[in-house]
């Protein structure tokens, strides 16, 4: 009797274990419109006015708002959206594997990248450039050949410099651009070097106030785009929907107000949908 009971209660549990399961791969990312399920979105952690986690846990930023929108649109409220870290060097594989929906992580549109993921946008054009402390001389790409520069592994950043911006700069790669800005405050590097929508995010913040400068220089074009798995062409549609309906509604500029206006960063005009500023 007794040991019928414990038997009977095992397979209780194991009955619930498995629905739970089969509920939890079933809501898996695709249940918005329809309900409580949750969208996993991939964005930065460390880029103030794009993608930060805040010390409260909740996250800002232009990226933020845009995905936050985008999956708006794709029938997912604030509270069901899980903002998950991408770093740069990460972003092909999380969406190859699935461990996300959509990226939206100043994640500039390449052929390199269209090879391994789709891009719905652009939504944002930015341009490469230097961040160097005040005082600093350095003032073009050449300046720094044999000077310490730090940029991220896996961003056209890296790249740009090694094939053309300054190929013999002793190049450091970090995981994150907030490491690379904590080496420009103490001297481990003497620049860095990424998208000037980022650099002009950490310029502003209070620790680091009047402490760094802005180059200048539009070394490149950066179209942002919304990187999405491969081959999902339903979805890509659906995303350019919604950032088309983002410009047009006035939410794209109030996005841009909020975020890069504290950093007084000069955004360009908003992207037309599928056309590459090259
Ligand atoms: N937008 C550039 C890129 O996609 C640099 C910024 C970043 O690393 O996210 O690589």
Redesign the pocket.
Known sequence: MKLSKVVAASAAVLALTATATACGSDNKDDSGSSGGGKIKVGI?YDQPGLGLKQPDGSFAGFDVDVATYVAKELGYKPSQIDFVETK?ADRENALARGDVKFIA????ITDERKAKVDFAGPYLL?HQDLLVKADSKIAKGDDLNGKKLCS?T????AQNVQKTIAPKANLRQYSG?SECIAGLQSGAVDAVT??DS?LAGFAAQDKYKGQFKLAGLKLSN?N?GIGNKKGDSALEKKINAALTKMVGDGAWDAAVKKNFGPAEYKNEPAPKIGVIVK
């Open positions: 930065k740069s992580a100043t994640y500039s930015a991220v896996g961003s056209t950043s651009y990424t998208d980022i950066e942002y």
